[in-house]
């Protein structure tokens, strides 16, 4: 009898580790611009070891690289508002705050200037809901749908910035005047795909090309790369299909 009862409680934590398990393996699952008539692209993002509730943007553009629509960005980001602000009271609370150095290249890709001055959303001038949401934290499924039907080719960005992730190179002191530095650290890396709604392949993956300014102050790409370390482990993988 005994041996049926452990055997019974052996089961019973077993199942429980293993049901644990799979809710830290469950994906967040979520649709942007579910209202459009576009195409809708698939984005399967994995999370890599280094990821610690990074921000990010993904955005369409043509042949050339050039801007055509955002299709997601981090809600925070988005409409310019952070759950978590130091207000100098003491405690951290939600309010208004601008951060350059997040996802600068996103930014000056899109091309809108807000009123102080830099390419992020602001209160004022938010991304539209139907392209902003919580950002996940860890591996996700999104459904992305384009305002228009695409027919060619087309590249995929994704931009992503995780804060106070210093480095060797990119340390505390780098830059002891720069306050949006060291919001950032390691500057954000950019990811692209190329897609061909045309051809038979309808499955690209997104891989590191370049990093962005570390304080935000331009929209150049920067391809070195060599500096970055723990940047380049908050993706372990990300696909796009359509």
């Known amino acids: 009898m005994k041996q049926y009862i452990y055997l019974a409680i052996l089961l019973i934590v077993s199942t429980s580790l293993v049901y644990s398990q799979r809710k830290k393996d469950i994906y967040t699952v979520a649709g942007y611009g579910e209202g459009n008539s576009g195409t809708t692209l698939n984005v399967h993002f994995e999370k890599g070891r280094r990821h610690n509730h990074p921000l990010m943007a993904i955005w369409l553009a043509d042949e050339k690289g050039n801007y055509i629509q955002t299709l997601y960005v981090a809600e925070s980001i988005g409409k310019g508002n952070f759950r978590r602000v130091d207000r100098s009271t003491g405690k951290w609370q939600s309010g208004e705050i601008q951060r350059p150095a997040t996802l600068p290249y996103w930014g000056h890709q899109r091309g809108v200037q807000n009123e102080f001055g830099n390419f992020l959303p602001s209160p004022k001038q938010p991304v539209v809901d139907a392209y902003t949401g919580a950002t996940p934290p860890g591996s996700f499924d999104y459904q992305l749908t384009t305002e228009k039907k695409l027919d060619g080719i087309y590249q995929v960005f994704m931009e992503i910035n995780q804060s106070w992730d210093w480095n060797e190179h990119w340390y505390n002191d780098k830059f002891p005047n720069d306050k949006e530095y060291k919001t950032s650290s390691q500057p954000a890396v950019i990811y692209r795909a190329t897609i ?27 391809t070195d790369l060599n500096t970055l370390t723990t940047a380049l482990e908050i993706v372990k993988r990300c696909t796009v299909s359509f």
């Open 196 to 222: 061909d709604t045309r051809s038979g392949n309808r499955q690209a993956e997104l891989t590191p090309i370049g990093r962005s300014h570390h304080s935000g102050k331009d929209g150049m790409l920067y």
